[in-house]
C-alpha cells in the first residue's frame, strides 16, 4: 500500500474553495505527522500546515492562516485540507508527507514542516487559481 495519496487539487476561480485529500496507510497515519507543501514553477517548496494525527495539534503559515483548515479522518486515515478564499498566488502543485521518525512529533509537529524530515511523500496534485 502507498504510504500517501493526495487527491482533490484542481482549477478555480479566485475566492473558491478546492478540499485536498491526503490518504495514508494505516502505519502511516497513526500518531505520525503530516505535513502539507506546495511549490510553484520557478519557487522553493513551502511547508503550510503540519497535523499531528494523534491529537490534532496543528501549524499553519501565515500565507494560509485564516483560509486554510485541515481535518482528521480517523475512520478513513486520511487528512484532509479544506482551502478557501483561493488566490491565483495559492497556484502550486501541493504535496502531503509524513513524518513517522520522531519520538516527539506531538509537540514537533506544532512548528514548520521545513524545520524537519518527512519520511514519505505523495506524488502531488495540482492547484490552479485563475483571476
Known amino acids: 500500500q502507498v504510504p500517501v495519496v493526495e487527491s482533490g487539487g484542481g482549477s478555480v476561480q479566485t475566492g473558491g474553495s478546492l478540499r485536498l485529500s491526503c490518504a495514508a496507510s494505516e502505519d502511516t497515519y497513526n500518531a505520525n505527522c503530516i505535513g502539507w507543501f506546495r511549490q510553484a514553477p520557478g519557487k522553493q517548496r513551502e511547508g503550510i500546515a503540519n497535523?499531528?494525527?494523534?491529537?490534532?495539534?496543528?501549524y499553519y503559515a501565515d500565507s494560509v492562516k485564516g483560509r486554510f483548515t485541515m481535518a482528521l479522518d480517523n475512520a478513513n486515515n486520511t487528512v484532509y485540507l479544506q482551502m478557501n478564499s483561493l488566490k491565483p498566488d495559492d497556484t502550486a502543485m501541493y504535496y502531503c508527507a509524513a513524518a513517522l521518525r520522531y519520538v516527539d512529533l506531538p509537540s514537533r509537529c506544532a512548528f514548520s514542516p521545513t524545520t524537519f524530515e518527512y519520511d514519505y511523500w505523495g506524488q502531488g496534485t495540482q492547484v490552479t487559481v485563475s483571476s
Open positions: 497535523i499531528y494525527t494523534g491529537g490534532g495539534t496543528t
